[in-house]
């Protein structure tokens, strides 16, 4: 039996503005181990939450994709998720797969009690007889989630807790249906540093409890480092790196992942001064034959600007996308 929970096989995904497609997307492989954290990382705008909304099937109307997105059941069954029609996929949302979303303002309704909001996910998915045994079950996992007073909390509406209260309420709706796969976006992006590793810590709590994998997208290799076990590197819609988290932090090889692991403000470094990434991400839509990387990199050579590198694995499970690599494959 495999021992993926998920498989991603060049997919690809498009918008269609002012009757162009533009490929954001770019054909991307990738793997979601069962009971493991994944972490997908890259600037803004690179695609990211493009991929997870492809899991989920919530892409917006001018998009469209293609490839393969493949469910492995413990039993071994598997599901092709892209062709799954939409009531099918919704009866996965919830019960197997469940999403935070990046600003948990916007994704609680302010106008519901935080406790009827997590008890609708139990209705929609008929996991309950009746509403006490909702609530019960609601209240439990707030308390799980780490709100303070649970049974008075149900009660209270969204504007009425903190942000990081507000987070845990999402990752409460997310859980409750006790998932096989947890995405969360952005989870903590706006959130301060100390909220923040509370709820990194509660993720990896959620997981290790819940037999849970997670894939967790973020621009911040702080968080990849503290809680992920295998981590892809995106860029303009492609997979630049890939590798298990401590690979990846000891010997990072693509220029990219070293320039996002230089740009980590550190505590002894000279504070007039933070290490960047020079220029800015390409438009969307502007198709170069070369690496999409050319115009910012350090290391570049003459074919990055007029061939894409092949993926070559450089040691076990580390897999880059770039010409200075290939010398270094196994
Ligand atoms: N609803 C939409 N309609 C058309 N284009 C979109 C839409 N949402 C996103 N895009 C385009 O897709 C690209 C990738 O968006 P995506 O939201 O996946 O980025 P991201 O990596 O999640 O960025 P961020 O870190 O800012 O959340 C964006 O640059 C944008 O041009
Ligand atoms: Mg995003």
Redesign the pocket.
Known sequence: MSDFLLKISNLTVS?T?NKQD?P??KGIDMDIPRGKIVGLV??????????A?SIMGIL?R??HMNGSILWNDPDGSQTEITGLKEKELRKMCGPKIGMVF?EPMTSLNPMMKIGDQVAEVLFIHKLVKNRSEAKEKVIRTLGEVGIPEPERHYNSYPHRISGGMRQRVMIAMAVICEPSLLIA??PTTALDVTIEAQILKLIRHMCETHNMSALV?T?NMGVVSTLCDKVYV?YM?RILERAPVDQLFKTPIHPYTRGLLSSIPRIHANPEYLATIPGNTPE?GKETVGCDFCLRCSDDQRRCFFEKPKEAEIEKDHFVSCFSANNRSK
């Open positions: 918008v503005r533009i954001i997307v890259g600037e803004s705008g690179c695609g990211k939450s493009m991929t909304k917006p001018s998009a990046q976006d952005e997208i621009h995106m819609g969307f």
